[in-house]
Nanobody, 123 residues
Framework: QVPLVESGGGLVQAGGSLRLSCAAS????????MAWFRQAPGKEREFVAA????????YYADSVKGRFTISRDNAKNTVYLQMNNLKPEDTAVYYC????????????????WGQGTQVSVSS
């Protein structure tokens, strides 16, 4: 299991921006393909964005394309999620995790989850 710690959530108005961070432990971070998922109250956890270890492969959910950008800094063992033009429907707890395979265009979560960071967007 790879310990993961998310941070950067908060309360913003619609149209605002936030940058989430996920710090991972381990000497082989570059081999970890990382992803962000989110879970809104009363809903199932859903895929948001994913990036391969080298950064050469990136995936986004349709609902965030053009607004969110995933990136990583392997020297800092950290993956980021830049969220722009936030909407009230983006309100959720955001989690990071690893992913291993892609099914129907969606990276599948693998391994441990962080504790999550709350993002709340007011209208």
């Amino acid at each position: 299991q790879v310990p993961l710690v998310e941070s950067g959530g908060g309360l913003v108005q619609a149209g605002g921006s936030l940058r989430l961070s996920c710090a991972a432990s381990g000497r082989t971070f570059t081999s970890y393909s990382m992803a962000w998922f989110r879970q809104a109250p009363g809903k199932e956890r859903e895929f948001v964005a994913a990036i391969s270890g080298s950064g050469s492969s990136i995936y986004y959910a349709d609902s965030v394309k053009g607004r969110f950008t995933i990136s990583r800094d392997n020297a800092k063992n950290t993956v980021y999620l830049q969220m722009n033009n936030l909407k009230p429907e983006d309100t959720a707890v955001y989690y990071c995790t690893r992913w291993s395979t892609v099914v129907a265009g969606t990276p599948q979560p693998f391994g441990s989850w962080g504790q999550g960071t709350q993002v709340s967007v007011s209208s």
